[in-house]
């Protein structure tokens, strides 16, 4: 499951182009970019590690050793368990700033830990992770960070040695029986080197020595870096099935959000149904039945009866209307989400502003189509019912985030009323939560008290979920603004502006 950016909630994000990590320079040049960082990192990764395998070695060793008296034994091992896990990730840390790729870290967190010493105790010695990295920190890093530095060294060391030998080799003392490994060299194979100086032949053949590991000095520094890595990522980093398992929750979670989020809002409905227009029909079958027993005794009577019976009706029919929102309409399912979303703010009982920042031709999940409509729809009944706004901007448009494999839909619902809104169990805002949260999104609410309130709605998709754009051209204007409010509508009593937190 993916997670959004960190947006700001009372400033939606507009959707940006995505940053080209491309490098254009030639691959040579950019293993020489790296050289200094990867030189710093070996030259500091055998003191470190060295350092590492005496702490921990001394500790383990102690540790075990002391074992007969339980207490000391178990705390000289617990402390080899944890000076190992910081040294492992301070590697991990090394390793990232060196230009590696991140290596995901454990989650440390066992959820098998009970309360008490025992159960702390229990989490630290039963975790495989402590383990692994006590391995690695006591002998395994030792051996690759010795091996890496002595090649680092003795390669640095034959480049800067080769490159600048026919400059100091003039303050050599010049022995009674000298040696000349490059001339002696040149001869033994045949290359015809005449008559010419030895000590000149040397210096030629330094210099060509240490051009040649000058110039291999990049690959063997990114190799013997991405050694380390390879082995901090087997022992270090977090186990697939870890990985599987927080997955396993977050959907689980997620599932059982989405079917609470379904139950509230059903029995919100089931509930407003009862208390509004069943009380209604009642009331009107009451009145028809009294207007019918007064029809020919008093003509009068039963008219005015019927003239109540007639409101009842009216006002039956404008809260059904009122409750239809938490159905998706039809329009939703023949003209999308934009078309549906800008049709409910036109019959709004307070001015809505609609903009709609969705590129033409977008096809989104219906799924995901219709759990936006009921957010907006409840978002726009919430400011109604609650915020005394004068003026509602509903907004929605797409991200696309290619690195995480996906997009979002977002959607800002915001008033212009008194604030204060909070988030209270059965209700509004927490049965948006429990929808956001059963689609894998996240949901943001600022409403300071004297407003403005803003929902900030960030709905995951991925790409392939959706089918390919369509190349029917919208029908919904992407940006108009829809501000008529529906004939029908009923003016919403405006809430008193006080410091009091409103439900929603």
């Known amino acids: 499951m993916t997670t959004p950016p960190t947006t700001s909630p009372s400033t939606p994000v507009a959707p940006a182009a995505p940053a080209s990590s491309h490098d254009d320079r030639p691959l040579y040049l950019r293993l020489w970019a790296g050289v200094p960082r990867e030189l710093g990192y070996l030259f500091i990764a055998f003191p470190l590690a060295t350092v590492a395998f005496g702490i921990t070695l001394t500790l383990f060793n102690a540790g075990i050793g002391t074992l007969i008296t339980f207490f000391i034994g178990v705390i000289l091992l617990i402390a080899g368990l944890y000076v190992s896990r910081g040294f492992g990730t301070l590697e991990l840390t090394l390793l990232r700033w060196v230009g590696r790729p991140e290596v995901t870290a454990p989650d440390w967190q066992d959820p098998r830990a009970r309360s008490g010493f025992f159960g702390w105790l229990r989490a630290v010695l039963g975790n495989g992770h402590y383990w692994l990295y006590l391995l690695w920190a006591g002998l395994i890093d030792f051996i690759v960070a010795t091996v890496s530095w002595s090649i680092m060294v003795t390669w640095v060391a034959t480049a800067l040695g080769g490159v600048t030998y026919w400059f100091w080799q003039i303050f050599l003392p010049n022995p009674s029986n000298p040696v000349y490994p490059a001339h002696w060299l040149l001869v033994h194979i045949g290359f015809p080197v005449g008559n010419a100086d030895p000590r000149t032949v040397d210096a030629i053949g330094y210099l060509v020595a240490g051009i040649i590991f000058l110039a291999t000095l990049p690959f063997v520094t990114r190799g013997l870096v991405s050694l380390h890595w390879l082995v901090a990522k087997g022992m270090l980093g977090a186990f697939r099935s870890e990985a599987l398992t927080r997955e396993v929750a977050s959907l689980s979670s997620s599932r059982t959000a989405a079917v609470a989020a379904e139950g509230t809002a059903l029995r919100r409905l089931e509930r407003d149904i009862h208390d509004g227009p069943q009380q209604r029909l009642v009331r009107l079958q009451m009145d028809l039945a009294a207007a019918e027993r007064q029809l020919d005794a008093d003509p009068t009577a039963a008219r005015t009866l019927l003239s109540e019976a007639m409101q009842q009706s009216k006002d039956a029919l404008d809260e059904l209307r009122a409750l239809s929102r938490g ?58 019912k609650h915020s005394g706004a004068k003026n509602v901007t509903m907004r929605v448009w797409v991200r696309h985030e290619p690195d995480a494999g996906g997009s979002w839909l977002d959607l800002t619902v915001s008033d212009d009323g008194v604030g204060g809104a909070t988030a209270i169990a059965g209700h509004g805002i927490a049965g948006l939560e429990e929808r956001v949260h059963g689609l894998g999104g996240t949901l943001t609410v600022t409403s300071p008290v004297g407003g403005p309130t803003v929902v900030l709605a960030q709905l995951p998709f991925s790409s392939s979920e959706a089918p390919a754009p369509s190349t029917k051209p919208s029908t919904t204007p992407s940006t108009k603004p829809s501000t008529t409010p529906s004939p029908t509508a009923r003016k919403t009593a405006a809430s008193p502006k006080n410091s009091k937190p409103r439900p929603s």
Do not use: C, Q
């Open 327 to 384: 159905f998706a309409p039809p329009l939703l399912l023949d003209r999308g989400l934009v078309a549906a979303l800008d049709s409910m703010a036109a019959r709004s009982s307070i001015p809505v502003k609609f903009v709609a920042e969705v590129p033409e031709g977008t096809v989104l999940p219906a799924e995901l189509e219709r759990n936006a409509y009921f957010l907006a729809a409840e978002a726009v009944t919430n400011a109604e």
